[in-house]
């Protein structure tokens, strides 16, 4: 085991160093580079754009630059504003609980959700409750995020007026759990929509496969009822591949994040990200990307030691 998390973790270096690489050339390829938040300004001048370059070490070649940066993200050091002249560092890690919240949220209503609907549609296969939850994923997966957002704000929330339309807390209640639960209701269930659709759809196709092996009918030979031929023996088998779309599911995660994070005005990373992209605020854009990446790989990382935990035919070749 020991040497198969050391293979996954050798190869997540080479991943890191090319999104790093790519990330790196975006930000100097775009429209007046890492400097355009002072280029777009009409009253610096030449002379103070210059100035500015020599400050920020731009005037060096690419290699040093990106050697320098790869540095100061390895020893902690992730640049500063543009806007402030705050650490990024300490900027992305105050919009981060938000997000975890928000992500968590969803992601546990998806799981649970998804088990349940997909766990159900695959032992009552042609049903009426399986057609209907497959016309529903199929009615989710068609339709943007930023719709079911737009959706849910204009009957929930101007209609019906139970819920608030954004935000995090009403002015004045910072830190209340009840305010926080209330306006996480709305963004939690949009994010988490699209995910249930995906986990319902891949669980009924991952129990129907397992279901129709030679061990489900040989339990069943056994007179095991149905229940105990469902969580003892299909279920282990089944859940293999849905730890792994945990890892998998992670970038969308994060996209679907942004999304809702921007419609609902969440105060988490996705709304930094889009906020800073307005801005041009480069550094803030180079460390988020960093720190997603990091963050999916992990995620990845923690998933195949799940799936190689479960099955030690993951495991070959240690």
Not at 79 to 102: D, H, N, S
Not at 130 to 139: E, H, N, P, Q
Not at 230 to 236: E, G, N, T, V, Y
């Given at each position: 085991m020991i040497a198969f998390v050391l293979r996954r973790i050798a190869q997540a270096i080479p991943l890191m160093l090319g999104v790093s690489l790519i990330g790196f050339a975006l930000m100097h390829l775009a429209p007046g580079g890492p400097l355009a938040v002072y280029t777009l300004n009409p009253t610096i001048t030449a002379q103070d754009i210059e100035r500015i370059r020599v400050i920020f070490g731009l005037d060096q070649p690419l290699y040093v630059q990106y050697l320098k940066w790869a540095r100061g993200m390895f020893t902690g050091n992730w640049?500063?504003?543009?806007?402030?002249?705050?650490?990024?560092?300490?900027?992305?890690?105050?919009?981060?609980?938000?997000?975890?919240?928000?992500m968590g949220s969803?992601?546990?209503?998806?799981?649970?959700?998804?088990?349940?609907?997909?766990?159900?549609?695959?032992?009552?296969?042609?049903?009426?409750?399986?057609?209907?939850?497959?016309?529903?994923?199929?009615?989710?997966?068609?339709?943007?995020?930023?719709?079911?957002?737009?959706?849910?704000?204009?009957?929930?929330?101007?209609?019906?007026?139970w819920l608030p339309s954004g935000g995090m807390f009403e002015l004045g209640n910072e830190g209340d759990p009840f305010?926080?639960?209330?306006?996480?209701?709305?963004?939690?269930?949009?994010?988490?929509?699209?995910?249930?659709?995906?986990?319902?759809?891949?669980?009924?196709?991952?129990?129907?496969?397992?279901?129709?092996?030679?061990?489900?009918?040989?339990?069943?030979?056994?007179?095991?009822?149905p229940r105990?031929?469902?969580?003892?023996?299909?279920?282990?088998n089944a859940a293999k591949p849905l730890i792994a779309l945990l890892g998998v599911e992670l970038p969308m995660l994060f996209s679907g994040a942004l999304v809702t994070e921007t419609i609902f005005a969440w105060p988490g990373m996705g709304r930094l990200f889009v906020d800073a992209l307005g801005m041009k605020e480069y550094p803030i854009l180079m460390g988020m990307i960093m720190f997603t990446a990091m963050f999916v790989i992990l995620g990845n990382l923690l998933a195949d030691i799940a799936v190689a935990a479960i099955d030690p035919r993951v495991r070959m070749g240690e």
């Open positions: 640049g500063y504003t543009f806007f402030g002249g705050r650490p990024v560092l300490e900027v992305i890690l105050e919009r981060l609980p938000a997000t975890l919240i928000l969803a992601q546990s209503l998806a799981v649970v959700l998804g088990l349940l609907i997909g766990t159900l549609g695959a032992v009552r296969r042609y049903s009426v409750f399986d057609t209907l939850a497959t016309t529903g994923a199929m009615f989710a997966l068609s339709f943007p995020t930023f719709w079911f957002g737009l959706m849910a704000i204009y009957v929930f929330a101007v209609e019906l007026r305010d926080l639960l209330r306006h996480l209701v709305l963004p939690a269930l949009v994010l988490a929509l699209v995910l249930t659709a995906q986990w319902s759809r891949y669980t009924r196709s991952s129990f129907l496969e397992v279901l129709g092996q030679d061990f489900i009918r040989t339990a069943r030979a056994k007179g095991l009822s105990q031929r469902l969580w003892q023996h299909a279920f282990p």
